[in-house]
């Protein structure tokens, strides 16, 4: 079935510095991908969507410039956590639309702290 | 805009009993989707089960059943036979037929199975 790669599961990063999430569609394009964060015994809260080739569409209250998103192939998109503070240690999960019928295929998530 | 509502923050079954989470939903549209997924310790999102909206016939598969209400905006998931295994938070989530392809995620319901 279709497979969503995420990396790094795990990150630990200082406070100020950049981090990078992948997330790659492994036997299947993904012209479209989701990025959601989760907090803590909370639900799913969607960031922003990207499109291959396009700029990504932030959902509102997302800050656009702290969380940039590439999506620069049919198989990769990338979510960019910069100049990263505490509050933005979470859970970070990637998802594409693999199939109309069956939903989407999520990536196994990032767990970020940043201390 | 579209709303999902889990009123049932936590569920406990009994293992071999049958437990059922709530789900409303709110929207406009005539045809969407439906969907239930799972989320285990490990965070992994799992689909459970979906409904398309057009379709009467009540979805199933193998333990996992849905009572979709149309009219009163009604998805609930039964689970028989419950399972160690199913213990998990499960989420309801609400999709349009169009290109937006957004899920939208109700709060989620933690489920515990005792042995």
């Known amino acids: 079935g279709a497979v969503v790669s995420q990396h790094p599961s795990r990150v630990i990063c200082k406070s100020g510095t950049s981090v990078k999430i992948e997330c790659r569609s492994l036997d299947f394009q993904a012209t479209t991908m989701f990025w959601y964060r989760q907090f803590p015994k909370q639900s799913l809260m969607l960031m922003a969507t990207s499109n291959e080739g396009s700029k990504a569409t932030y959902e509102q209250g997302v800050e656009k410039d702290k969380f940039l998103i590439n999506h620069a192939s049919l198989t990769l998109s990338t979510l960019t956590v910069t100049s990263a503070h505490p509050e933005d240690s979470s859970f970070y999960i990637c998802s594409a639309p693999s199939s109309m019928l069956y939903g989407y295929t999520f990536g196994s998530g990032t767990r970020l702290t940043v201390v | ?115």
């Open chain 2, 1 to 115: 805009a579209q709303t999902v509502t889990q009123s049932q923050p936590e569920m406990s079954v009994q293992e071999a009993e049958t437990v059922t989470l709530s789900c409303t939903y709110d929207t406009s549209e005539s045809d969407y989707y439906l969907f239930w997924y799972k989320q285990p310790p490990s965070r992994q999102m799992i689909l459970v089960i979906r409904q398309e909206a057009y379709k009467q016939q009540n979805a199933t598969e193998n333990r996992f059943s849905v009572n979709f209400q149309k009219a009163a905006k009604s998805f609930s998931l039964k689970i028989s036979d419950s399972q160690l295994g199913d213990a998990a938070m499960y989420f309801c989530a609400y999709r349009r037929t169009d290109s937006s392809y957004k899920l939208i995620f109700g709060s989620g319901t933690r489920l515990l199975v005792r042995p």
